[in-house]
């Protein structure tokens, strides 16, 4: 099975550039399933339903979230309604939508996508490690699922580490989100998990994390917010993880780096040779 995971979608140049390159990269890389983190794609905080509209009809089969998940309020409502729509998993009992979702893939194969925030730095919610152990005892690798994608949201990468190797060998991938930075560290785990600190964004980088640049430096010099952040409107570079997973134990054999676009060196999984 052939996996691309996107990172954090920022504003409508990083929808633009995924929207534009997702149709084309699925044919070219014959891709089986397409998961993108989608909370900063309505202008940088949450998500729209004509947004998450627009990323199915392009190709993705699910969207993750994260500690914007509810930014747009309308999203607390139409998340019931769309089962490839996935918030972070360990949020307060009774939060609307859910945090795994088994996602049914054109070729017949059930992916297991969960979305979990971690804590350090970030909002206090439950345990994301007990909440990932209860998901995963729930519906094992090859037996409940064909593969298992955690979206692993989270700033500090010691947590993200932690959490690659708590399951390493019963989840075909670990990727994090949340910091829009890619890292150089995706690799396969000993178990077979494959891994990557975080994806990078969708987006921007002419930016701060694919903000415009003036009120992030603002903020920081003078501690006085002088107005909202506003995506940055160049064009975008895409970023995320290409796994590539072996149908008969569902763990990762390969993964590696995909950047397309003019801020990042590029990059393209050697192993899925066109
Ligand atoms: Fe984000
Ligand atoms: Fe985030």
């Known amino acids: 099975m052939r996996l691309l995971f996107l990172g954090d ?4 140049s990083g929808r633009k550039a995924v929207v534009d390159a997702l149709p084309g990269l699925r044919r070219r890389y014959a891709l089986d399933c397409v998961v ?24 993705a089969d699910a969207v993750t979230l994260g500690n914007h998940a509810f930014d747009q309020k309308d999203a607390l409502v139409f998340i019931e309604r769309y089962p490839q729509l996935i918030r972070p998993v360990n949020y307060p009992k009774g939060t609307p939508g859910r945090g795994a979702s088994l996602i049914r893939t054109a070729g017949g194969a059930d992916v297991l996508v969960i979305n979990v925030m971690g804590r350090i730095f970030m909002p206090e919610l439950d345990d994301p490690f007990r909440a990932i152990d209860a998901e995963l005892t729930a519906c094992r ?23 690659g190797y708590f399951v390493d060998g019963r989840a075909s991938v670990v990727v994090g989100t949340h910091t829009h930075v890619p890292t150089a560290d995706d690799r396969v785990l000993p178990n077979g998990t494959a891994y990557i600190s975080d994806a990078g964004m969708c987006g921007d980088y002419n930016s701060v994390l694919g903000m415009d640049i003036e009120e992030p430096i603002n903020r920081f010099i003078t501690k006085i917010p002088r107005q909202r952040f506003e995506p940055a409107g160049g064009p975008a570079t895409i970023s995320g993880l290409a796994v590539e997973i072996d149908d008969k134990t569902g763990l ?17 999984p050697a192993f899925w040779a066109t």
């Open 9 to 12: 979608i920022v504003g409508r």
């Open 36 to 59: 993108i983190n989608a909370e900063n794609s309505a202008g940088g905080f949450g998500i729209t339903q004509s947004i998450l509209e627009e990323l199915i009809e392009a190709g």
């Open 141 to 163: 690798l090859k037996q409940g699922a064909d593969a298992i994608l955690i979206d692993m949201h989270a700033e500090a990468t010691s947590e993200k580490q932690a959490l």
């Open 252 to 268: 990762a054999t390969a993964c590696g780096a995909l950047r397309i676009g003019p801020h990042l060196e590029p990059a393209a």
